[in-house]
């Protein structure tokens, strides 16, 4: 049973040590984030960690701050305090374009596919930044998404919420990062498209070493999924565990994850 | 029959005009969506600093040049000072902003050039060709070869360029995803100062060809063109750069027949008659395929 506790750098330390991944390294560190939008304060003091080869799923109601959370880490909001660190390295005040360049890929809210591009041209524009880009490596994203490998040159605007998702996910991963930021993935989608999505993430994971920072509102299937949980409510960090005992905990599930 | 023939043959040369001006407009719009008012006066300067070249004992081809660099700075120049300013804030902001740099860039150009007409000698003679005995087609000559050819070949190299380069889908990336562009590395903010430079250079271009075709400028010779280009943007949907060559040639074509066979004066208005019938039935343009963009 995980206790609720605060949010301190000094509580952080303890929960991850109690979800007994005190060993792994903190690929992404965040410290004591704060952001608002004018007088919102939408986040208020977060810390968390992402590990090295691992999946990290933040859940929360609507308006706990997930979203705001990605967005301050990828640099689209500025914080008003705390620090973002990336493998040691301090990118807070980095800028947005030059995030992709230090390993992170950030799939934003709402699939993020640019309509008027075609999908092979939505997938060239994740790998643009690296400069010139074999054609094996597309072929690699298409062979693990062989639904839109068949509309290559159509119209992103003509995919089904699914294939957008695939697209985007695909995308990022042109850009070889080594950490994802996923916001909602399952957002609209159908159940069966959901876990097939999460699969994926799950085998890239174990077998690429990719590491997964995931934002969920679907708790249930995120948990499913992901290494360690982050439960975030009103701005706050309410309990980081290993994800398997979050899932198992009845009274947090009811209280903060609605299932 | 022969009327007609004359006609058609100057609705496609006053066209390809209009649709290069167009194109300016609309590489701008799809960018920024800001429609960008400036642009007349912007390719009045060039042509005049191309004009002060040429005078000055260059060559015609010398002061295309010279215009046609002009047009890159200046367009890369007022995007970094006085459009990045008000970009993504209210949309009113931007038109007041280019319709104020509407007048002050032509208050500069009076300014330094003087308000008097002045001569513009084309690179190629005006005179049309006598296709059959007695018949001279006077929509062809060599200057509106060179004039259409000039369209086509920017239209074409515009087209390569988004089409088939790296830099050409940055730039599309940063016109219709500007947020996933930046987060997938693209330098959203120079791809829009290269967006403004390069249809700038568009607009220097028409602003040349304009020039040769009515052999004199002034300060304010552009103004009717802006109106003309705006409709033919319009018409080919204000996003598609294909959609303006077509709008533009289209509406060449329909001026060029209300010239001839109603009468001169009349120009001014049949195109914004044009511009209200298909902002009633086509608001999207002629060829809108795309849906409503998403925010």
């Known amino acids: 049973m995980a206790e609720p506790h605060g949010s301190t750098a000094a509580d952080l330390t303890k929960g991850a040590a109690g979800a007994g991944t005190g060993t792994a390294t903190a690929l992404l560190e965040v410290q004591g984030l704060s952001a608002s939008y004018g007088p919102v304060r939408a986040l208020d003091g977060v810390s968390l960690r992402a590990e090295a080869g691992r999946i990290t799923a933040v859940l929360g109601a609507n308006g706990a701050g997930k979203t705001t959370l990605l967005r301050t880490v990828s640099g689209l909001v500025r914080p008003t305090a705390g620090r973002v660190v990336l493998d040691g390295e301090d990118i807070t005040r980095a800028p947005v374009e030059a995030m992709v360049h230090k390993g992170m890929a950030h799939v934003p809210e709402g699939r993020g596919v640019i309509a008027e591009l075609t999908v092979d041209e939505n997938l060239r524009v994740g790998s643009l930044f690296r400069g010139k880009v074999g054609r094996d490596e597309f072929d690699r994203v298409y062979d693990l998404f062989p639904r839109i490998a068949e509309r290559r040159d159509n119209p992103a605007h003509t995919l089904s919420g699914g294939e957008r998702q695939m697209l985007v996910v695909g995308r990022a991963l042109l850009a070889r990062p080594r950490i994802l930021l996923l916001d909602e993935p399952s957002l609209g989608l159908a159940p069966r498209i959901v876990a097939q999505i999460f699969g994926l993430v799950r085998q890239l994971v174990d077998t690429e070493g990719l590491s997964v920072l995931l934002v969920e509102q679907n708790a249930r299937s995120a948990l499913s999924v992901a290494d360690t949980g982050v439960v975030l409510n009103l701005g706050r960090v309410v309990v980081t565990d290993d994800a398997r005992t979050l899932a198992a905990d009845e009274d947090l599930r009811h209280a903060y994850l609605g299932f | ?295």
């Not at chain 2, 191309?50 to 047009?71: K, T």
């Not at chain 2, 190299?157 to 599309?172: D, E, K, Q, V």
């Not at chain 2, 028409?206 to 280009?229: C, E, H, K, R, T």
């Open chain 2, 1 to 295: 029959m022969e009327e007609f023939l004359s006609l058609t043959l100057g609705g496609v040369v006053s066209g390809s005009v209009y649709a290069a001006f167009a194109l300016a407009l609309v590489l701008i719009w799809r960018s920024t969506r800001i429609v960008n008012f400036a642009q007349g006066s912007m390719a009045a300067a060039t042509t005049f600093i191309a004009v002060a070249v040429i005078d000055s004992g260059q060559s015609y081809w010398v002061g295309l040049v010279v215009a046609l660099l002009a047009g890159l700075v200046l367009g890369a120049v007022i995007e970094r000072v006085v459009i990045r300013p008000v970009e993504g804030g209210p949309e009113l902001n931007a038109v007041i902003v280019t319709l104020g740099l509407f007048i002050a860039i032509q208050g500069a150009v009076a300014l330094i050039f003087g308000v008097d007409q002045r001569a513009f000698v084309p690179p190629f003679s005006n005179i049309g060709y006598e296709v059959r005995e007695g018949f001279t087609l006077l929509s062809l000559s060599p200057n509106t070869i060179w004039t259409v050819g000039a369209v086509l070949v920017t239209m074409v190299l515009l087209i390569a360029l988004f089409r088939f380069t790296r830099l050409g889908l940055a730039m599309r990336a940063s016109a219709f995803g500007q947020e996933v562009a930046r987060l997938l590395g693209v330098r959203v903010g120079r791809m829009l100062t290269l967006g403004w430079a390069l249809a700038a250079l568009v607009g220097a271009l028409a602003g040349m060809l304009i020039a040769g075709d009515v052999s004199f400028i002034s300060p304010n010779f552009m103004d009717q063109l802006i109106v003309f280009g705006f409709v033919a943007a319009v018409l080919g949907g204000l996003d598609s750069p294909i959609g303006a060559v077509v709008g533009g040639l289209l509406l060449g074509l329909a001026l060029s027949y209300v010239r001839g066979y109603l009468d001169d004066s009349l120009l001014g208005m049949a195109a914004l008659v044009i511009l209200v019938v298909v902002l009633l039935v086509r608001p999207g343009g002629l060829f809108s395929t795309t849906p409503a963009r998403r925010a």
